[in-house]
C-alpha cells in the first residue's frame, strides 16, 4: 500500500511508506493534531516531527504528549505548538518523551546506532553534499577533528577558507590523498566517443550524481587512471543487445542495465540507488533475460512489485509501464541513453529528400 501512495504522490516508495505511517498514527492515536492539520494551522512536517519523537512511546504516553502540546486550552485558546518554531516543536516534543518514559528514548537511542550510514546528493554547478548519519560523540569528533585541522591551516598563513580546508582534509584524510597511499575507487563516467577524443559537446553522465558538462568531463579524467568501456553503442549508434538464458542477469549484462538506467531506481518518483537488477515480464510468466526486459530497481521497489496484483510490461521504446493493485497505471519513461531505431522513411518522404539534396547540390 505504501508504494501505491508513493506512486499516486510522485514520491519515493520510502516516503509513501512514511506518509502511510503517519496517516494512521494521526488517525488512531493523534487527534488533536490531526484536528490542526485540518484546520490548517499545522503543516505536514510538524506532524511528522510530533510523529517521529513520541514513535517509542506507548499508544497513552503519546495521546498524552499529543494533548498537551496540540489541544486547544481550557477557555479555547490556541495550544501551544501552533506559535512553535519546529526545533521549538521538536524540542518540547523530546522533552515529554524523556519526562513521560526515560526508558524507552534511551533504548531507541542504543537502537539508532544501526541506522548509521553514509549518503551522497548532487548540488548544483558539479558539485555534491555527501552526509554521515553518525552516533552523536562520533559526529562530533569528525567535526572537531575537521576543525582542528582548519585552525592549525589557518595559523600558518594558509589562505584558504576554514571550510574550504575542512573539505580537502576530509577528502585527504579518507582518499588516502594526503599519505599517498590511495585506493583504487572507481567512479564511472559515461560519454560518447566524440566527447571523450574530439572536444564534443554533449554532456557526459557520472554514475550517482547524474549529466555533467563535457568540458569538465575531460578535465576530470585527465589526472585519473582512465578505463574506457564502450558500453552503449554499435557503430551505427544503436543500443547493443545482450541477452542470456539463465535467469539471473550475467555481472556484465547487470552492469549494463544499472549503467544504463543511471544508477537510479525505474520506479516513477523513486530516486533511490538501483540493488536489484529485475525482470520487467516475471521470468516466471516467460519473460527473457535480456537488456529489453531487465531494469534497474531498488531492494523496497523489487519486493512490493512482487506482490499479488502488480503487472509491470517493458515498451518498444525502453518505457515501464507498470499497473498497481488498484488499476492505477504508471509509465516510467525510457532512460536517456535509449536510441531507438529511426522510423523507416515513406516513398513520399524518399521522394522529397531526394529532391531536397538534388536542389542542395545545384
Avoid at 155 to 163: C, F, K, P, V, Y
Avoid at 257 to 273: E, S, W
Wanted: net charge neutral; hydrophobic share 40%.
Amino acid at each position: 500500500m505504501g508504494s501505491q501512495i508513493a506512486l499516486a504522490r510522485r514520491v519515493s516508495p520510502a516516503k509513501g511508506a512514511q506518509l502511510l505511517g503517519l496517516a494512521k498514527i494521526l488517525l488512531a492515536e493523534m487527534p488533536h493534531t490531526f484536528r490542526l492539520m485540518k484546520a490548517g494551522l499545522f503543516s505536514q512536517w510538524q506532524a511528522t516531527i510530533l510523529a517521529r519523537e513520541t514513535a517509542c512511546l506507548s499508544m497513552e504516553d503519546r495521546r498524552v504528549v499529543d494533548d498537551r502540546l496540540c489541544a486547544p486550552g481550557p477557555s479555547g485558546e490556541q495550544p501551544k505548538a501552533v506559535t512553535m518554531g519546529l526545533r521549538q516543536l521538536e524540542n518540547a516534543a523530546k522533552k515529554l518523551a524523556i519526562t513521560l518514559d526515560q526508558e524507552s528514548v534511551v533504548a531507541r537511542a542504543a537502537n539508532a546506532t544501526k541506522d548509521r550510514r553514509v549518503g551522497l546528493r548532487p548540488a548544483p554547478d558539479t558539485m555534491t553534499w555527501l552526509g554521515a548519519l553518525l552516533p552523536v560523540k562520533d559526529g562530533v569528533a569528525v567535526f572537531a577533528a575537521l576543525d582542528q585541522a582548519a585552525n592549525a591551516a589557518r595559523a600558518a598563513g594558509d589562505e584558504r577558507t576554514r571550510g574550504q580546508v575542512m573539505a580537502d582534509t576530509l577528502v585527504d584524510r579518507v582518499t588516502g590523498r594526503e599519505t599517498g597511499v590511495k585506493p583504487r575507487i572507481e567512479v564511472k563516467v559515461v560519454m560518447t566517443a566524440d566527447t571523450l577524443t574530439n572536444d564534443g559537446d554533449q554532456p557526459a553522465t557520472v554514475e550517482g550524481y547524474g549529466p555533467v558538462p563535457a568540458a569538465w568531463a575531460r578535465d576530470a579524467l585527465a589526472d585519473a587512471e582512465v578505463f574506457v568501456r564502450r558500453l552503449f553503442t554499435d557503430p551505427a549508434g544503436q543500443l547493443v543487445a545482450m541477452e542470456s538464458r539463465s535467469r539471473k542477469a550475467p555481472d556484465g549484462l547487470a552492469e549494463f542495465i544499472a549503467t544504463r538506467d543511471g544508477g537510479i531506481c525505474r520506479t516513477v518518483g523513486c530516486d533511490a540507488p538501483i540493488r536489484n537488477i529485475d525482470h520487467i515480464q516475471r521470468h516466471a510468466d516467460g519473460g527473457q533475460t535480456n537488456a529489453q526486459n531487465l531494469q534497474g530497481l531498488c531492494e523496497r521497489c523489487n519486493q512490493a512489485k512482487e506482490a499479488v496484483g502488480w503487472q509491470a510490461r517493458p515498451g518498444p521504446d525502453g518505457s515501464i509501464t507498470t499497473i498497481t493493485p488498484t488499476g492505477h497505471t504508471y509509465v516510467s519513461p525510457p532512460p536517456e541513453t535509449w536510441q531507438p531505431d529511426p522510423p523507416p522513411l515513406s516513398p513520399a518522404e524518399l521522394r522529397l529528400r531526394n529532391v531536397l539534396l538534388d536542389y542542395t547540390a545545384a
